[in-house]
C-alpha cells in the first residue's frame, strides 16, 4: 500500500499545467477545492470529473497513476460511506434495525460524500504531481510574504511545508526497507488480533522514527554549513512571474465553477 502514495511525489514534464506559475496552481487547487465543496449534486460532481481528466491529459499524467494514491485513503472513504450510510434520516426506509436504517436519501448521501472526498484528494494530488518542491516552495513564500509585515514567519512556514512534502516518499521507501529487513527476522504484521498486530508495529515504529529524527539531524547540520539564515535578503535564481497562460487558467476554473453554480439553482441533480 506504501507504493500507492503519490502525494508529494513529481512527476517532471513540460505540459502546459507544469509551466503555471506554483502560485496560480496553488490558488486554483484551493478554488478547485471550494468548487467541490459547494457543489450539491451528482452533475456538478460530473463537471468536476471531466475537468480533472482534462487537467490529466494536458499534464500527461496517467489516470492510474492518480486513481493509485487514492488506495491508500480506501478505508477512510468506506467509513466516510458506511456512516453517511446507515446514519442518514430519509422518509423512504429501505432497512431498518434498531438504531440502524438505510433509506434513499440515505443511499445519495453516502455515494455523494465518498465521491467528495475522492475528488479532494484527487485535485490535491495534480498540485504536487506537477509542481517541483522548489517551486512550490517559491509560490508558498511569496503568497505568504504580504503577512510577514505583521510578524508572520512567511519563509519558514513554506520551507517547512516544502520539506515535509519531499520527505514523505523518503519515509515510505525507509518504511519499506524497515519492513522488509523486519519480516526477514521472523516479524509478522498480519496475523493475529487488533492489539498483536499494534504490537507488532512497534520494531517498525521505532526505528522509522529514529531514522527520520537522525535525517532531520542531517539536515539541520547541511543547512548551516551552508550559511542558511532564512530568507531575507535572498534572491530568486528564477522569479515568478504571471504570464497569460496563468489567466487562460484561471479563466477555467472560474468557467467550471460558474456551471457548478448553474447546476445548482437549476435543481439538476441536487441531492
Same mark, same amino acid.
Given at each position: 500500500?506504501?507504493?500507492? +502514495? ?36 451528482? @452533475? ?9 481528466? %482534462? ?17 491508500? +485513503? ?78 508572520? #514567519?512567511?519563509?519558514? @512556514?513554506?520551507? %517547512? ?7 514523505? #516518499?523518503? @519515509? +515510505? ?27 507488532? @508495529? ?15 539531524? /542531517?539536515?539541520?547540520?547541511?543547512? /548551516? ?34 456551471? +457548478? ?11
Amino acid at each position: 500500500m506504501l507504493n500507492n +502514495i503519490t502525494l508529494g511525489q513529481f512527476f517532471p514534464g513540460e505540459s502546459f499545467i507544469h509551466r503555471l506559475d506554483p502560485r496560480t496552481k496553488i490558488l486554483l487547487t484551493i478554488a478547485f477545492l471550494v468548487c467541490v465543496f459547494i457543489s450539491r449534486g451528482f @452533475l456538478g460532481f460530473g463537471l468536476i470529473v471531466a475537468f480533472i481528466y %482534462m487537467c490529466a491529459k494536458v499534464a500527461r499524467i496517467q489516470l492510474k497513476f492518480i486513481f493509485r494514491g487514492l488506495k491508500p +485513503i480506501a478505508v477512510i472513504v468506506i467509513i466516510t460511506f458506511l456512516l453517511n450510510l446507515f446514519m442518514s434520516a430519509g422518509k423512504d426506509v429501505l432497512w431498518k434495525w434498531g438504531i440502524l436504517s438505510i433509506s434513499v436519501q440515505g443511499i445519495k448521501n453516502a455515494v455523494f460524500m465518498a465521491l467528495r472526498l475522492i475528488l479532494l484528494v484527487t485535485g490535491t494530488q495534480l498540485l504536487t504531481l506537477t509542481t517541483s518542491p522548489i517551486r512550490l516552495t517559491d509560490g508558498l513564500e511569496s503568497l505568504f510574504l504580504p503577512f510577514s509585515k505583521i510578524g508572520f #514567519p512567511a519563509h519558514e @512556514l513554506a520551507m %517547512m511545508m516544502s520539506i515535509a512534502l519531499r520527505f514523505i #516518499p523518503t @519515509l +515510505i521507501e525507509e518504511t519499506q526497507k524497515i519492513t522488509r529487513a523486519q519480516k526477514a527476522r521472523g516479524a509478522d504484521f498480519e496475523s493475529g488480533s487488533l492489539i498483536k498486530r499494534a504490537k507488532a @508495529l512497534l520494531p517498525l515504529l521505532v526505528p522509522l522514527f529514529v531514522s527520520a529524527f537522525r535525517r532531520a539531524d /542531517e539536515l539541520a547540520m547541511a543547512m /548551516e554549513a551552508r550559511c542558511y539564515r532564512g530568507g531575507k535578503g535572498r534572491t530568486k535564481m528564477r522569479p515568478l512571474r504571471y504570464g497569460r497562460k496563468d489567466l487562460y487558467a484561471l479563466c477555467c476554473v472560474i468557467l467550471l465553477a460558474g456551471l +457548478i453554480l448553474v447546476t445548482n439553482a437549476s435543481g439538476i441533480g441536487v441531492i
